[in-house]
């Protein structure tokens, strides 16, 4: 692959950081994981604060230059580690005290715009949208998978209306030539029956790709049970989401720790177990006027948090039930390793 070419004058924000801190509160010093470390954008905020210690996590190779300024200007304080944040539970941290773990899901600015990565629909030559540790690309998707498995991803992963015609425009173009990512865009133009969008016309696919081809779905579940496991009590999750989807798993996760399942009046009363984890608001936090304003993008953030109850490694959860769907869907790229 190319070195990677991004101009210097592409901005990162950090979004809701303001927020971040006064949920997870490093003023009273403590071990954090950054789970989604990217530019270090909450990692260097958390660092500000005497006595706090952050693990930073990222799948992205990219984010190992930024992360190595970091551990050169605070080389006992941070860490950072190549990883997948479903994996957290390979690094041995069961009896560590962890204070808060951060998610802020998605990408960044800097890697949308990287021509390399292809997450772009403005990108140029062969479709890609490999962020780290994957086992296919969006090409192998795109030119190998068959008519129904590529509508099942663009319908449940980018909620695309026309899945079906697109998927079957995909088929017939492939016959002729191996699709590209101009190709693809110019397949959705003609597939869309309305064409007056606010967003482009292939956002949803791409969003839809990128998710299958990373393996969003169980990347964020995983992410989520293993963190959950590793807290100890008053150990905060936090979490920013900026779709639809995604924001749904995060809800549903928090909802099932904190709430005890509501049982009907006609049936035996059993003895509810204590929650788990406390979670102080039902509303997601979302950005100020002011941040949309300077960071147009951050307008479809949300961020909800949860606070542990106990120190129990082990939580109850049905979470992987509730959206085997989505999981199903993903092992449809177990054909392309
Ligand atoms: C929106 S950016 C985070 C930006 C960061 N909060 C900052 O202020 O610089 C999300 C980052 O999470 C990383 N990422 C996404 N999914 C991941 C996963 N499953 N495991 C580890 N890192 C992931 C991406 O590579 C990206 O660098």
Redesign the pocket.
């Known amino acids: 692959m190319e070195a990677t070419i991004v101009p210097d004058d592409i901005k990162?924000?950090?979004?809701l950081?303001k927020e971040i801190i006064s949920v997870i509160t490093p003023q009273h010093g403590g071990t954090f994981i950054?789970?989604?470390?990217?530019?270090?954008?909450?990692?260097k905020e958390i660092l500000k604060y005497k006595n706090t210690k952050v693990l930073g996590?990222?799948?992205?190779l990219?984010?190992k230059k930024?992360a190595k300024e970091i551990e050169k200007k605070f080389p006992e304080r941070f860490q950072f580690k190549n990883?997948?944040?479903?994996k957290l539970n390979n690094l041995k941290l069961k009896n560590e005290n962890i204070k808060g773990i951060?998610?802020?899901?998605?990408?960044?600015f800097v890697?949308i715009k990287d021509p390399n990565k292809g997450l772009s629909f403005n990108s140029k030559g062969e479709l890609n949208m490999m962020?780290?540790?994957n086992e296919f690309s969006a090409d192998q998707v795109i030119n190998k998978l068959e008519k129904h498995e590529l509508e099942k991803i663009l319908n449940y992963f980018g909620d695309e209306s026309d899945a079906k015609i697109i998927s079957k425009n995909i088929i017939k173009f492939r016959e002729t030539k191996k699709i590209n990512t101009q190709d693809l865009v110019s397949i959705i133009e003609r597939s869309k029956r309305k064409k007056n969008f606010k967003v482009h016309i292939a956002t949803k696919t791409f969003q839809a790709l990128r998710i299958f081809v990373?393996?969003?779905i169980s990347?964020?579940i995983y992410?989520l049970i293993n963190s959950a496991k590793i807290l100890k009590k008053n150990g905060i999750l936090a979490v920013?989401t900026?779709h639809s989807l995604e924001d749904k798993i995060v809800k549903y996760f928090f909802k099932n720790l904190s709430e005890n399942k509501s049982v009907s009046r006609y049936e035996p009363k059993i003895e509810q177990k204590p929650l788990s984890f406390l979670m102080p608001q039902k509303k997601p936090i979302t950005p100020s006027d002011l941040e949309i304003k300077e960071n147009q993008p951050s307008r479809s953030a949300k961020l909800r948090y949860v606070i542990k109850n106990n120190d129990s490694y082990d939580i109850e959860t049905d979470i992987e039930e509730k959206f085997s769907n989505y999981l199903e869907i993903e092992k449809i790229g177990l054909k392309l390793w």
């Open positions: 990162h924000y950090p979004v950081l950054d789970c989604t470390f990217g530019q270090g954008g909450y990692t996590l990222d799948r992205d990219e984010s930024k990883l997948r944040f479903s951060v998610f802020d899901l998605g990408y960044s890697q962020m780290g540790f990373n393996k969003e990347e964020l992410g920013v900026f």
